[in-house]
């Protein structure tokens, strides 16, 4: 079994507490549910949010569907000029037999223009 990592990331409209948490339910559970590992998979999880985005962590969000035990931590993206706003970006480590060409990357909302090359 391999460490494989997989990207995801998604926008919110707003810096508001729900609204990030949802979000990040949402990107996470599709991560999952396209990648088909369990949570015990999870090595460990990076977050980062640009810096429009400050109302709440993230983890909070992961923690909150289960993945307690996971090491989560988050980060402020570099501000780039022209980058996406209100983005909240995933690196998923996970424990899997899936080859690098079987891992889905997961980009919703606006974030989809992150990776044209990957959208579904």
């Keep these: 079994m ?3 990592g997989i990207r ?3 926008t919110v ?3 508001n507490v729900d ?3 949802n979000a990040t339910r949402e990107l ?3 991560m999952q549910n396209e990648n088909g590992f369990s949570i015990d998979d999870i090595a460990s999880a990076l977050f980062t949010l640009t810096s429009d985005l400050r109302s709440v962590f993230p983890a909070a969000a992961a923690r909150s569907i289960g993945w307690d035990k996971v090491p989560l931590m988050c980060f402020q993206e570099i501000e780039v ?3 996406l706003p209100k983005c909240i970006r995933v690196m998923l480590h996970v424990n899997t037999d ?3 060409n079987e891992i889905k990357h997961i980009y919703l909302k606006e974030a989809q ?3 044209t090359d990957l959208n579904r």
Excluded: H, N, T
């Design 113 to 115: 223009s992150l990776r």
């Design 19 to 21: 609204e990030i948490l």
């Design 28 to 30: 996470l559970q599709v």
């Design 98 to 100: 899936k080859s690098q």
């Design 8 to 10: 995801g990331a998604i």
């Design 13 to 15: 409209s707003d810096d």
């Design 81 to 83: 000029p022209g980058s």
């Design 2 to 4: 391999l460490v494989r």
